[in-house]
């Protein structure tokens, strides 16, 4: 006589698939993980967070509504000026793309910005991940560079055909460096690389390549673009403070992330396009 | 059976919807408060349950929580089982008054958040101090969850009582065919 039940049996082999479904497509995209992932995450999306969220936004908006105006008067303003530095910024991206073929560069890779909705996050364990609504389909790739508003919030650690992994730079992991330049003037940058984010002062630890004292407090921060991984120049934060290290030569620069961590539900991520 | 796994998927499913009504945060020292009206029930149903059969229903909402809510590779799945046995041995010597329910409940929800904590400073995911812990992630989901405590315990109570009343039924429905009844000499 079995030891189990009938429908013990069937709980057990429905334990199994599942520990096989778990391993074969644990921390990598897959087209078995597209077609089961992707559908139940947005209908779990549909269902059950959109509403609550468009119901916290509704009484957000209603609350804001006496702010609008004013606030719309003072981007009408600044709107009149876009077509003017459009202007500019044309100019500049010619220039810049003759300069680069006088130097004899190859050409670069450019980066186009897709726009991404947050669709999943749990604070409750600490690998500080979200899972955002674009995928391969939308040509995200591993590695690429997200950010918010502000600056950069973290990178692609997992893609699949239509939703994809985000790994913030405030994971302790220590799997999140990110290669910067600090702006010391107009012409001049001292580059380092972004180590971890410190929980005790809130910010991120940055280690230099060489050592130098021209580093002062609110000095902008962004990334160098070496190795080719992130696009230079996306803004990381301000120097918030310079410490000696006591048994070596060297400083450790504390970064204030220019990203708002607290909250945010938009982002955008860099998708590299070939020319 | 089935109206008890019923009843521990809703009590997931409103976490869920608690949590996206409740602030978050992505700052890793940021107060973090964590619904566990699912652990709860899975708690609350599983004495009425076989224990192979507890057991088994555990280890596969555990790892449709780690798959579908969590995404981390079985350690929810692991926390709920360690959970599970020291519940079964627990009970043992506890009654099922609404009190003694309510501090099991608790207890358990200190537990999960405690060995969820142990396990991701294991694996080198956070390296929050125990004193943050304390302050940002344990007291206001105990706190929060104190209050949900009672409200899963009555609502286990009324499926316990739903249960009952079908066993009941059947049982007054139970008729004997005498004249099928033969003797064996």
Redesign the interface.
Known sequence: MSRFTRLQKLLLALIAVLLVFALSTNGKGSAIKSIVYDPLVMLKYSILDYPIETLQNFFNDFNDLWQVKQENDALRQQLAQSDQLSAMIENLQRENAELKELLGNDVAAHYEKVNARIISRNPEVYNNQITINVGAADHVALDNAVVSAYGLIGKITEVNEHTSRVRLLTSQDQLSMVSVQIHVSDTEVVNGYLEQYDLEKGAFIVRLYTNTDQIRIDQNVTTSGAGGVFPSGILVGTVMEIEEMRNENGRIVYVTPAADFSSFEYVSVYCEVQP | ?ILQVLFIAASF?AD??I???L????????I?I?PCLGLSALVLMQRKMDR??SL??T??FG??Y???????????TIVFVIINLAVSQWQKHITESMLESCMLVFTTIFVKEFL??FI?TLL??????FD?WLVSRAFLTLLFNGVLVVIIVWASRMIEDVMLMREKKIRKEETISWWKISSKR
């Open positions: 059976m499913l869920e919807v949590g996206g009504l602030p978050h945060s992505f700052m890793p020292g940021d973090v964590t192979i059969d088994l229903i280890v596969i790892l449709l780690d798959y579908f809510a969590a995404h981390t590779f079985l350690v929810c969820v904590y991701m080198s995911e956070t390296l929050m101090p943050m």
